[in-house]
């Protein structure tokens, strides 16, 4: 009817869309998931890839700080291996039954009538198993993990991994040299832009208008980079790029009251409108 056209014209919201990470976002990092998410890959690294446990920690160290995670960082230095045996090791073996339902944030979603996205590092498997395991199942229009942005090439050729040598990424943190080039990483994954750009072209998402929810400083700031309004979960604290800290994602109704007023406004004036266009009718 036209009524409802001119109230989608005329009452666009601030925010049409919520971006969430999964771990250490929908649940709190006290889980202790985390830790052993670490130890998991550690041990991948030093049973599977045959490096030396003494290198590990400095390994996994600088891998992080220059590609934003760790198996990032090991496909560009040269390691090869198959992506879901890295899941599989890494994630097959959580505890997952630290974690319980939680049908207070299933309620704070749901009660908001506007698009959710999950856009995880994680793969697709570990991502349904959290949103299972904390009730969460149909609060996501979508779920973005890592075989979305990187559906093929999962494995190196023979010819590849045969002539390939490792680069010794610490020894270049140790003694940077600027006519170094480092490798490039074939994994597509926060915090790079280009993965945050592919995010929105998939989802079809203007970052402009979407709140974004992470645990991760660096995926925070590179959000902000791209447009997005930054929600870091888990602290209270404001750092650059931060434009609002929850130290519980349950705190969302308490922090964007706005939110719900938005909704409750709409209702409202759509209420009105129908009030107006059947009285005119009549």
Same mark, same amino acid.
């Given at each position: 009817?036209? *009524?409802?056209?001119?109230?989608?014209?005329?009452?666009?919201a +601030?925010?049409?869309?919520?971006? !969430? /990470?999964? =771990? %250490?976002?929908?649940?709190?990092l006290?889980?202790?998931?985390?830790?052993q998410?670490?130890?998991?890959?550690?041990?991948?690294?030093?049973?599977?890839?045959?490096?030396?446990?003494?290198?590990?920690?400095?390994?996994?160290?600088a891998? *992080?700080?220059?590609?934003?995670?760790?198996?990032?960082?090991? +496909?560009?230095?040269?390691?090869? !291996? /198959?992506? =879901? %045996?890295?899941?599989s090791?890494?994630?097959?073996?959580?505890?997952?039954?630290?974690?319980?339902?939680?049908?207070i944030?299933?309620?704070?979603?749901?009660?908001?009538?506007?698009?959710?996205?999950?856009?995880?590092?994680a793969?697709?498997?570990?991502?349904?198993?959290?949103?299972?395991?904390?009730?969460?199942?149909?609060?996501?229009?979508?779920?973005i993990?890592?075989?979305?942005?990187?559906p093929?090439?999962?494995?190196?050729?023979?010819?590849d991994?045969?002539?390939?040598?490792?680069?010794?990424?610490?020894?270049?943190?140790?003694?940077?040299?600027?006519?170094?080039?480092?490798?490039k990483?074939?994994v597509?994954?926060?915090?790079?832009?280009?993965?945050?750009?592919?995010?929105?072209?998939?989802?079809?998402i203007?970052p402009?208008?979407?709140?974004?929810f992470?645990?991760?400083?660096?995926?925070i700031?590179?959000?902000?980079?791209?447009?997005?309004?930054?929600?870091?979960?888990g602290?209270s604290?404001?750092?650059?790029?931060?434009?609002?800290?929850?130290?519980?994602?349950?705190?969302i109704?308490?922090?964007?009251?706005?939110?719900?007023?938005?909704?409750?406004?709409?209702?409202?004036?759509?209420?009105?409108?129908?009030?107006?266009?059947?009285?005119?009718?009549?």
């Amino acid at each position: 009817m036209a *009524y409802e056209e001119d109230f989608k014209q005329t009452s666009e919201a +601030k925010y049409d869309c919520l971006l !969430f /990470d999964i =771990d %250490d976002t929908l649940y709190p990092l006290s889980s202790g998931l985390a830790m052993q998410v670490k130890t998991n890959i550690q041990e991948y690294m030093t049973q599977k890839l045959g490096i030396e446990e003494a290198k590990v920690q400095e390994l996994c160290l600088a891998l *992080y700080k220059i590609y934003g995670t760790t198996m990032a960082g090991l +496909k560009a230095v040269g390691y090869d !291996f /198959d992506y =879901d %045996d890295f899941h599989s090791f890494v994630h097959g073996r959580l505890p997952y039954s630290t974690l319980k339902p939680d049908p207070i944030l299933r309620n704070i979603i749901l009660s908001l009538p506007i698009r959710k996205v999950v856009f995880t590092n994680a793969d697709k498997a570990h991502a349904a198993k959290i949103i299972s395991k904390l009730g969460l199942e149909g609060c996501f229009e979508k779920v973005i993990s890592f075989e979305t942005l990187n559906p093929i090439n999962k494995t190196e050729t023979p010819h590849d991994t045969k002539t390939r040598e490792i680069f010794d990424i610490i020894s270049y943190m140790a003694n940077p040299d600027p006519q170094v080039e480092l490798p490039k990483t074939p994994v597509i994954c926060k915090p790079s832009e280009g993965a945050f750009e592919q995010v929105f072209k998939m989802a079809n998402i203007n970052p402009k208008k979407t709140l974004f929810f992470d645990d991760s400083i660096r995926n925070i700031q590179t959000g902000k980079r791209v447009g997005l309004h930054t929600i870091w979960v888990g602290t209270s604290q404001r750092e650059e790029g931060v434009d609002m800290a929850l130290e519980h994602i349950h705190n969302i109704r308490e922090a964007l009251p706005e939110l719900w007023e938005a909704v409750e406004e709409k209702g409202e004036e759509l209420r009105t409108r129908q009030k107006v266009a059947i009285e005119t009718i009549a």
